[in-house]
């Protein structure tokens, strides 16, 4: 069964940084793209960032392009989204989801989402 | 950059057939793909590749896209479909959701 733990989201100070982590199983991890995924409360979902199966290509949304930077650990199955220079607009419910495709050329669909850590930027 | 557009509500008397539209420019030549979220949960996909459904998901569902709108037809409606259905498509490796839908069964 495929299991995505996302964890590592509290409340942070404008400005400040954080390092959200998300544990995956049940599937051989480093052939897929993995993605981050956020949603402001009440808000509609907005794609955050996307890395290659191997770690070698890695793609960001504008609005966090420069201050989020995605990484992955497939000795650990693990992806990793360190968030700096955090704002209130970042306030969101941050999803790990898995891509179909090894992300090497173009991703394809998102066939399993995790259930998602709260990040709350607020002083 | 590009935009996915989609009615803010449907609403569909159970039984009946509710489609679900999503307005991009020349969205038929991309691939549109459809997730379901439920309060509280996390989105599921639904349909793939414009009309392609994943194992488990229901015949009920289905999917279409051509020149500007794609399109989720939900068919003989049930109450468990009450959900926000996105579309979502990739633009120059940019990842795209459509502004949701929420789906009410009468």
């Known amino acids: 069964e495929v299991q995505l733990v996302e964890s590592g989201g509290v409340v942070v100070q404008p400005g400040g940084s954080l390092r959200l982590s998300c544990a995956a199983s049940?599937?051989?991890?480093?052939?897929?793209?993995m993605h981050w995924v956020r949603q402001a409360p009440g808000k509609g979902l907005e794609w955050v960032s996307l890395i290659s199966w191997d770690g070698g290509s890695t793609y960001y949304a504008d609005s966090v392009k420069g201050r989020f930077t995605i990484s992955r650990d497939n000795s650990k199955n693990s992806l990793y989204l360190q968030m700096n220079s955090l704002r209130a607009e970042d306030t969101a419910l941050y999803y790990c989801?898995?891509?179909?495709?090894?992300?090497?050329?173009?991703?394809?669909?998102?066939?399993?989402w995790g259930q998602g850590t709260l990040v709350t930027v607020s002083s | 950059s590009y935009e996915l557009t989609q009615p803010l509500s449907v609403s569909v008397a159970l039984g009946q057939t509710a489609r679900i539209t999503c307005g991009g420019n020349n969205i038929g030549s991309k691939n549109v793909h459809w997730y379901q979220q439920k309060p509280g949960q996390a989105p599921v996909l639904v349909i793939y590749?414009?009309?392609n459904r994943p194992s488990g998901i229901p015949e009920r569902f289905s999917g279409s896209n051509s020149g500007n709108t794609a399109t989720l037809t939900i068919s003989r409606a049930q109450a468990g479909d009450e959900a926000d259905y996105y579309c979502?498509?990739?633009?120059?490796?940019?990842?795209?959701f459509g502004t949701g839908t929420k789906v009410t069964v009468l």
């Open positions: 590749r414009d009309s």
């Open positions: 979502q498509v990739w633009d120059s490796i940019t990842g795209v």
């Open positions: 989801a898995k891509d179909i495709s090894p992300g090497s050329t173009m991703p394809d669909y998102f066939d399993y």
């Open positions: 049940g599937f051989t991890f480093d052939d897929y793209a």
